[in-house]
């Protein structure tokens, strides 16, 4: 696959997320569920880092953290220099339209939009202008030239998961989230998919993976394990 | 099977139940309104029987004529050698000055009611002496009150001499007292007839008519009754239909929630059958879901339509006074039997709309389950079988708008109606698709992203969208085509009246005016106003309430001479010279165009009254009463009926006389009269606030229609919240705000109004034509010209188009307060 210089990210190499002393306490029937518990990490951009840990250990909510989808009950977030607990939902969503990127591991396409469409609803959302074209381009970098104008059911789960890439790059965000995002793939595509996270990385972009696959990080820069909502390693 | 419509059918319903309680809602408007509108059309069109009935009994036959009976065949009956029993009657109406009610004044022979004790009558001897009248008790009088009742044109003071046990409203007199009132010395209005058994009825009727003068006829007792039944019988029904349509639009929203009850519910549905579940199993469980709202809307559609039946019948009451027949609502009669029908039209439309989704749902294979999204997909492809079978249905309803009446009923114009509503809930997918092809970028550029997603959602989920937009399409097109019918003929009436009011001044006693009450002026009124010097002619006019070929109509005499250089009236068919010459000469008279349809008269046949043989010189247009009118010289009426009295003026003014001066010139001289002065212009809009106030409840329907199709908007928004939560979900993950969330919700309102409001202009504006030309045209027999309301028109579909976006307001709150986290990762 090739990647032009001009992809390259202005942050690759400054640290664009911190965790410091990270806890989210949910309540569930009135009782209080630690899901992170004072978990600190620093990440910056042109890491590709993997997040390894049992069903409920703390990812997700970690990667919802990180990508201001929610606010932490204790300590502070910094994301690409705020502080998201200071942010009102404006605020976290401007933070998430210019900052971060999401892969989901059931690909989560709108259905009823065709490949093109679903890759510049970013760029629409935030007003961003030229997105067709911007949107194709993308599609082209991740190997899907021609089928732009396919619904999500006329695509392969491989093919999904590329438009859902992307979709999260379209908007050039210095950080992409993604969610097992091999879960729904089989080996061979799940590789691919890996390798094109690789890339994005290597292009200046801190990209985030939590995965329960333990050959999905082998191209990682640095694998996190979690265990019971604190960072073991 | 319990255990499956738990878990598959109530469980679900529970757990949305504001989109189940607008289901429920929305199946008992209209369940609610078929009710008010049968209950309200028996209360007024009862209650004119019960009224004028009181005191009859049971008679056999009853002698009648225009202008009254002669006393004197009162004796001639009375002196046959049979053992019949007779009692004559005068029959009229009496207004109560201090309330304004206008009552039955009926006269009977007290005498010989208190000695053979008929139907608990007033007893009283001493009520033939002075001015006494006897109240029924619903009038809440009480003996000894002294009470201001204007009879006619006068008005005079008269005592309760007491109460009879009836609920109606009547005051009852002495016949003597009555005839005095009433200016009709020597008649009466009706002689009952009570004849032995001995022998059939037709020989008694054969053998009084032997005895009977020309003009008198005989009858069977209750025919007068029968002919308001019939003569009521198309109103009733048209209103009826209309009343239908409310639940039309139910129909199709009970459609939609058994639709997406179906779609949402699928894998389960797999599941099930792949655990062994029969196809019957899951046809049932629908059907009992559909059964279960049917009966839920029917029984809380009883409450409310009793409810609504109290402001019907006054409104129903209201037309009936104006068109038909004087009416007083008689109390609203919610019987066992109603509500069982009530209750049963639910069920029944419920479970006729689930038929098609429930068969849907039985025919689920197990490896299919899973696929949701296809079967939106499938039903988006095949529009173009929808636009052919739309075209079919189209052409078919031109066809049937064709067809002649069936039985006076316009079947075919009801058919043409229904198959036009089908055809366009079949063009609809198509609609929408093509909407989606070209107005997606048009919104993307316009409106941003919001629209856009709104449009592409609305076309993925092209069934739900299209029985939506086909539900608020018929309740729009019913509002529309029903504003243009009545706008038109708003606009028809106001032409008209400019060539018939021609008069600067009209009198007519004081009171309020019926299709059937003509009350009379004082004889010697019209040559006192004619010496006044500020008056340059006047028109005497006389109308009786008569029955023609089993049909109540009026016959009413006019000065042709007067008033033809005036242009009066407007020939539909017959040459105009022609009539003004021969009209004052000869046994000639003109028909309504109502009268003429009604009865299939042309010009040049022969009509025969009572008293004669006339031919029909000419049929013109009349938009005063649906009765229908034959009208005479004055003449050729005083002729026949030699009662000189008027039932109103119509007076012209000297030039240069100013006319205020002129009209307090005439109510000086009508002083002694009680007597209502309407200059021209005043009088055209009393007439048109009686028109506006007749069609009230189709106004009244119409809101009806349009609150159910808006709730099923709003119900069906819910469910696509809820069915598209982890969408909304995705799209804040992606960079949308809350208000951007909110804002896709209220586009996806915006455009299925657009849509709704769009086809149902369309589909009213064809709708409107066939009412006009067809309905209307076979079932009242009125020429409309057809007219655009432009701005009530626009007004209308403003309001639709709001009350749709407020619709979406509670949904699009719900979905933007979802949270994404939860709705994205719990698949």
């Known amino acids: ?233 | 099977m319990r255990r499956i419509f738990h878990r598959l059918i109530l469980r679900p319903l529970k757990e949305e139940p504001l989109r189940t309680a607008l289901t429920v809602l929305a199946v008992a408007l209209g369940v609610a309104v078929v009710l008010a509108i049968d209950l309200a059309g028996d209360a007024a069109a009862g209650s004119f029987r019960s009224s004028m009935e009181t005191m009859t009994g049971d008679a056999d036959l009853e002698v009648t004529a225009v202008g009254g009976v002669p006393e004197t065949v009162v004796a001639r009956i009375a002196t046959l050698p049979h053992a019949i029993r007779i009692r004559a009657r005068l029959e009229d109406y009496a207004t109560l000055a201090a309330t304004n009610d206008t009552v039955p004044l009926i006269g009977i022979d007290m005498v010989a009611n208190a000695l053979e004790n008929i139907e608990n009558a007033p007893a009283d001897e001493a009520l033939r002496e002075g001015d006494t009248l006897w109240a029924s008790e619903g009038l809440k009088l009480r003996a000894g009150d002294t009470v201001n009742v204007q009879v006619q044109d006068a008005v005079r003071s008269v005592r309760i001499g007491g109460v009879f046990p009836q609920q109606g409203r009547v005051l009852v007199a002495d016949i003597l007292l009555a005839q005095k009132l009433l200016r009709r010395e020597g008649k009466v209005d009706r002689i009952l007839i009570w004849t032995p058994e001995d022998r059939p009825l037709e020989q008694w009727e054969s053998l009084i008519a032997g005895v009977l003068p020309d003009g008198s006829t005989v009858a069977p007792q209750g025919a007068r009754t029968r002919e308001n039944q019939r003569m009521l019988q198309a109103f009733r029904w048209n209103l009826r239909v209309l009343s239908y349509i409310a639940l039309v639009v139910g129909a199709f929203l009970i459609y939609n929630t058994i639709s997406v009850s179906v779609v949402r519910r699928r894998p389960e549905i797999g599941i099930l059958r792949a655990l062994g579940a029969a196809r019957g199993a899951i046809l049932a469980g629908f059907l009992l879901e559909a059964a279960v709202f049917g009966f839920a809307g029917g029984l809380l559609g009883v409450l409310l339509g009793r409810v609504m039946a109290e402001g019907a019948v006054r409104l129903v009451g209201a037309t009936v006074e104006s068109l038909y027949v004087s009416s007083q609502p008689a109390p609203v009669q919610l019987t066992p039997g109603s509500i069982g029908i009530a209750i049963l039209i639910g069920v029944t439309v419920s479970l006729l709309s689930a038929l098609s989704p429930a068969r849907e749902a039985a025919s689920v294979r197990p490896v299919e389950a899973m696929a949701r999204g296809r079967v939106d997909y499938l039903a988006r492809v095949r529009f173009g079988r929808g636009l052919l079978a739309a075209a079919i249905l189209a052409t078919l309803a031109a066809l049937a708008s064709q067809a002649a009446p069936v039985a006076g009923k316009p079947l075919g114009g009801y058919a043409a109606a229904v198959l036009l509503i089908a055809a366009a809930a079949l063009a609809i997918p198509a609609l929408v698709a093509a909407a989606n092809f070209l107005l997606t970028p048009l919104l993307r550029r316009l409106g941003g992203v919001e629209p856009m997603l709104a449009m592409r959602s609305l076309a993925a989920s092209m069934r739900r969208t299209s029985v939506l937009v086909a539900a608020l399409t018929t309740a729009t097109a019913m509002m529309v085509s029903v504003g243009i019918m009545v706008g038109s003929f708003r606009q028809t009436v106001l032409i008209w009246m400019d060539g018939q009011l021609q008069a600067d001044l009209y009198l007519r006693p004081a009171g309020s005016a019926s299709a059937d009450r003509f009350p009379t002026l004082a004889p010697d009124l019209a040559e006192r106003l004619a010496l006044l010097p500020e008056i340059r002619l006047v028109d005497r006019f006389r109308a009786y309430p008569i029955s023609y070929n089993g049909m109540p109509a009026t016959l009413a005499g006019g000065e042709t001479a007067k008033v033809s250089q005036d242009g009066r009236p407007t020939l539909l068919a017959g040459d105009r010279r022609e009539v003004i010459r021969r009209l004052p000469t000869c046994d000639c008279v003109i028909v309504s165009e109502p009268f003429a349809n009604k009865h299939n008269v042309r010009v040049g046949d022969r009509i025969t009254l009572s008293f004669g043989s006339f031919e029909v010189l000419g049929i013109y247009y009349d938009y005063a009463s649906e009765r229908g009118y034959i009208i005479m010289d004055r003449a050729t009426m005083l002729k026949y009926l030699p009662d000189p009295a008027s039932s109103n003026l119509a007076l012209w003014v000297r030039p240069g006389v100013d006319l205020d001066s002129a009209q307090r010139a005439v109510e000086r001289a009508a002083r002694g009269s009680n007597v209502a002065v309407f200059p021209n212009q005043s009088l055209r809009r009393e007439a048109i606030k009686i028109f506006d106030r007749t069609f009230a409840i189709t106004y009244a329907l119409e809101a009806v229609a349009v609150v159910v199709a808006v709730m099923g908007i709003a119900g069906a928004l819910l469910a696509l919240v809820i069915d598209r939560r982890h969408e909304f979900g995705l799209l804040r993950f992606l960079g949308a705000s809350t208000g951007q969330v909110r804002r896709v919700i209220l586009s996806e309102a915006a455009l299925l109004g657009l849509f709704s409001t769009g086809a149902g202009t369309i589909l009213g504006v064809a709708l409107s034509w066939i009412l006009v030309f067809v309905i209307n045209k076979q079932s009242f027999g009125w020429t409309i010209q057809f007219h655009w309301p432009a701005a009530a028109l626009l007004g209308g579909l403003a309001v639709v188009y709001v009350a749709t976006l407020l619709s979406g307001l509670y949904p699009a709150q719900i979905a933007a307060r979802l949270n994404p986290i939860e709705v994205v990762h719990e698949e």
Do not use: W
Request: aromatic share 4%.
């Open chain 1, 1 to 233: 696959m090739q990647h032009s210089t001009e992809d390259a990210h202005p942050s690759n190499g400054l640290p664009i997320l911190r965790f410091d002393n990270v806890s989210k306490i949910y309540q569930t029937d009135g009782d209080p569920v630690v899901a992170l518990n004072r978990v600190s990490l620093d990440a910056s951009g042109g890491e590709f880092i993997a997040l390894m840990g049992r069903s409920g250990c703390g990812k997700s909510t970690l990667l919802n953290l990180a990508g201001a989808m929610d606010v932490p009950t204790d300590g502070t977030v910094f994301l690409d220099g705020s502080v998201t607990s200071q942010l009102d939902d404006s605020g976290l969503t401007s933070l998430r339209r210019s900052s971060v990127g999401f892969v989901f591991q059931s690909f989560q396409l709108f259905q009823n939009l065709s490949a093109v469409e679903n890759v510049e609803i970013p760029l629409l959302l935030s007003g961003g202008g030229d997105a067709r074209s911007r949107a194709a381009a993308r599609l082209a970098r991740v190997e899907m030239a021609g089928l732009e104008d396919r619904l999500p059911h006329q695509l392969s789960g491989g093919q999904m998961q590329r438009v859902a890439i992307a979709r999260a790059l379209v908007h050039s965000p210095k950080m992409v989230l993604a969610d097992e995002p091999t879960g729904n793939l089989d080996s061979t595509t799940g590789d691919i998919v890996i390798q094109l996270l690789r890339g994005i990385a290597s292009e200046g972009v801190l990209v985030m993976m939590a995965t329960h696959s333990l050959e999905s990080t082998g191209l990682c820069d640095r694998v996190i394990r979690m265990r019971d909502g604190r960072i073991e390693s």
